[in-house]
């Protein structure tokens, strides 16, 4: 458990804060571990009937931390890391996941928005996943889902290119259902998330069911990803973009 996973729940309405504002809410392991356990106890529950993924102040969250990774990368556990159990969390659940960006997604912060059912974004929001700048490759089944999402061209330039989309530009691409002034976006969403957990639960399990329909698909893609990912993250070049974070300098590839 950690203090910087805040949740809350409210009349069949689970919140899940990302609360590291003093490092922009990037994600540790120990983060992922307290996520994942929120969105398996919300799946397999009555206690509520709609889950928000925010972040606190106006940070969505800037992504994994690298530090973090780079010391749990070069572990030889066999069992899941938490990143691994939050990944197949918000794939597997059954149940509706929401996703109120408040600020800047980065990397995870964009690429968890595949797998929630419903995505809204304040006006500041803004969506990107430079993962080849940092010596790593797409995961969470990003390099198959986004494509699908907003189109193999926008896709190459997120993914490749390392572009990043305003909440204007996520809209017109699909990536967001709506965008909300910043200061209505919680406001907004809770609306909605009250309005899906009042609907036919048995109903909203099976639309989604319905609608979410390739997930083995999707999940053999995962694990072909991950494989990839972890191998990057034992990468020169992953060692050298932690490097180059830490001394506040541009990383030298070669």
């Known amino acids: 458990m950690t203090d910087n ?3 809350t729940t409210e009349v069949r309405v689970t919140t899940v804060t990302i609360d ?3 490092k922009k809410n990037a994600i540790t392991q120990a983060m992922y571990g307290a996520m994942a356990d929120a969105i398996e106890e919300y799946g397999q529950t ?3 009937r709609a889950l928000i993924l925010t972040g606190a102040g106006d940070m969505f969250t800037a992504g994994n931390d690298l530090q973090d990774f780079s010391i749990q990368g070069s572990g030889k556990s066999e ?3 938490p990143v691994g159990r939050f990944l197949n969390a918000i794939r597997d659940c059954p149940k509706p996941l929401i996703a109120a960006v408040n600020g800047p997604g980065i990397g ?3 690429t968890m928005l595949l797998h929630c059912d419903l995505v809204y974004a304040g006006q500041s929001a803004t969506f990107g996943a430079p993962f080849v700048k940092l010596g790593l490759v797409p995961e969470a089944g990003a390099s198959i889902l986004l494509p699908a ?9 997120i993914l490749l290119a390392g572009r990043t989309l305003t909440a204007d530009e996520a809209h017109s691409y699909g990536l967001v259902a709506r965008v909300f002034a910043d200061a209505d976006l919680m406001t907004e969403v809770q609306a909605i998330a009250q309005s899906v957990a009042q609907s036919a ?11 979410r329909n390739q997930k083995d698909q999707i999940a053999d893609h995962m694990a072909a990803e991950i494989s990839v990912f972890v191998e990057q993250l034992k990468s020169p070049d992953f060692a050298e973009s932690v490097a180059a974070l830490m ?4 990383p030298n590839y070669g």
């Open 5 to 7: 996973i805040l949740i």
């Open 20 to 22: 590291r504002q003093d």
């Open 46 to 48: 009555d206690t509520a």
């Open 79 to 81: 069992e899941m890391p």
């Open 108 to 110: 995870i912060g964009l």
């Open 149 to 157: 999402s907003v189109g193999m061209a926008v896709a190459n330039d």
């Open 201 to 211: 639960p048995v109903a909203l399990r099976r639309s989604k069911a319905l609608i």
């Open 247 to 250: 001394q506040k300098r541009a």
